[in-house]
């Protein structure tokens, strides 16, 4: 077996859509294929960044990093942290949080929030054995359909 490597996405193609079409259908229940020129918008954004990780160069899991400023500082989200079922279990999903961690600390000043669902056991294991501190707050959201 290979080293895992994660890299910073620059170019969308179809062999990278279909990657992450496969993570996204483990991680979400209602699973929508992303599209190539999506996945180009979200690659070619500044608020933005996706990272894959790849191992024997098969794409096996990944992270997107989400940022802004507001006037209470830099907050960078961390959003889709996924490994692919086939491969959990060798510290994959640590490796993606830690490259995230490790973007966000050299940025400066800045905050790294993510919100997961109680059912992910493992996750939220992972988040706080990672440093992350549970925040009491509520998440809202609105759904804007076409």
Known sequence: ???P?????KE?????????NRLLCQL??????????????IINSDSNSLYLI????????????GNYISPTGRKFWLEDVVVDNQYRGLSLGRMLVD?????????GKSTLMLTSKPV????????????????ETNVYKMDFNE
């Open 1 to 3: 077996m290979n080293t």
């Open 120 to 135: 992910r056991i493992a996750a939220n294991r992972l988040y706080i054995s990672s440093g992350f501190l549970r925040k």
């Open 28 to 41: 979400v229940s209602n699973f929508h294929p992303i599209t190539e020129n999506e996945l180009s918008e």
């Open 5 to 9: 490597a994660i890299i910073n996405v």
């Open 54 to 65: 790849f191992l024997n160069n098969e794409i096996v899991g990944m992270f997107t990093l």
């Open 12 to 20: 969308s193609n179809q062999y990278i859509v279909d990657g992450v």
């Open 99 to 107: 490259e995230a961690k490790k973007i966000v600390s050299a940025s």
